[in-house]
């Protein structure tokens, strides 16, 4: 199986849909290190998979004018490099980060909807992700019944 880099599309209802294969991160949680209790700078492999994202972003032809600047939903897809135990909060985290860097969208604040799937291990490890535009709900709706 291949993995495509992504691509943009437009929905039935005018909304922009993006999907995107990113690659696993290498690492997960404390990504930076302090220096002398002040000063805090990234660790490598953090800052070459930032990179990485970026160019899967060019390869998929996201332009900084596709960025995300309203709220929206994400589905995550994670097929991991093996059957280790992992956390899919730190595997976000480090992934929205970069998302973020990359100039995908203005936030990772922005995520008002999120689904997360665990998929079988794929040889060095993918993660997809379809975002779109987040539907206006009231978020009370059902607290009003």
């Known amino acids: 199986m291949k993995v495509r880099a992504g691509c943009?599309?437009?929905?039935?209802r005018g909304q922009v849909k993006m999907t995107i294969n990113i690659p696993f991160p290498p690492a997960t949680g404390n990504h930076s290190n302090g220096l002398n209790g002040k000063r805090?700078?990234?660790?490598?492999?953090?800052?070459?998979?930032?990179?990485?994202i970026k160019s899967c972003l060019v390869a998929a032809r996201f332009a900084a004018s596709d960025m995300f600047v309203n709220p929206v939903?994400?589905?995550?897809?994670?097929?991991?490099p093996d059957r280790r135990r992992r956390d899919s909060g730190n595997i976000i985290k480090v992934v929205y980060?970069?998302?973020?860097?990359?100039?995908?969208?203005?936030?990772?604040?922005?995520?008002?909807?999120?689904?997360?799937?665990?998929?079988?291990?794929?040889k060095g490890g993918y993660i997809n992700l379809e975002v779109t535009d987040a539907v206006s709900v009231p978020c009370c709706a059902a607290a009003k019944m």
Request: proline share 6%; charged share 30%; no cysteine.
């Open 8 to 12: 943009v599309a437009k929905t039935a």
């Open 73 to 80: 939903k994400v589905i995550v897809r994670i097929y991991p």
């Open 97 to 122: 980060d970069a998302l973020t860097r990359a100039g995908f969208w203005a936030d990772d604040s922005l995520v008002k909807e999120e689904h997360i799937y665990w998929g079988e291990p794929f």
């Open 40 to 52: 805090f700078f990234t660790k490598k492999p953090i800052l070459m998979y930032r990179l990485r």
